[in-house]
């Protein structure tokens, strides 16, 4: 695969099924933000999480593959991106985040005053909550996008909601 294409010089970027969108779109904006999130993620696993938490991210960081394709299929292409059988984002997905979150709910975790990123000197947890900013991004990218561009899938648009409670939760829990 080549990297170095030229493709996007004129302001162009492909999606799925050979279709291609302006870099500067909403979608674009929505894919980028996803792979920020992805490379906020990867920055906290380098940084050192427990088993628990690094295994927790890996399960996020693939599902956000399979996420940035769906959302690189323009609403014309849904049913093609199905029937080829891609990730996608289910109803399931987003119950694991909210047994996850209950988890660590359960752990009885405690602060005070508003959270402060990085307070405690960990990049491991000051990682988390910066994937947590950003998936609050992604979810109100996302909420535009269905609203502006068409239908995205409510397990889409709640995943980012859980995501984020997860990820703070798991900043706190260490």
Known sequence: MKIVTKRGDEGETDLLFGRRMQKSSLRAE??????ELNSALGWA??????????????????????????????PEDVERYREKGFDRVEAGDVEWLE??????EDRDIRFTGWARPGADGTLARAGLDFARSIARRAERRTWELHES?????????????????LLWLMARAG
Not at 45 to 74: H, N, P
Not at 99 to 104: K, L, P, T, Y
């Open 45 to 74: 696993r380098a940084a050192g999480l427990s088993e628990e938490v690094e295994g927790i991210v890996d399960r996020v960081q693939a599902k956000l593959v399979g996420l940035m394709g769906e959302l690189a299929c323009l």
């Open 149 to 165: 561009e068409g239908p995205i899938s409510v397990s889409v648009r709640l995943y980012f909601n859980r995501l984020s409670d």
């Open 99 to 104: 047994s996850e979150a209950e988890n660590f």
């Open 30 to 35: 929505v894919l980028g933000t996803l792979d």
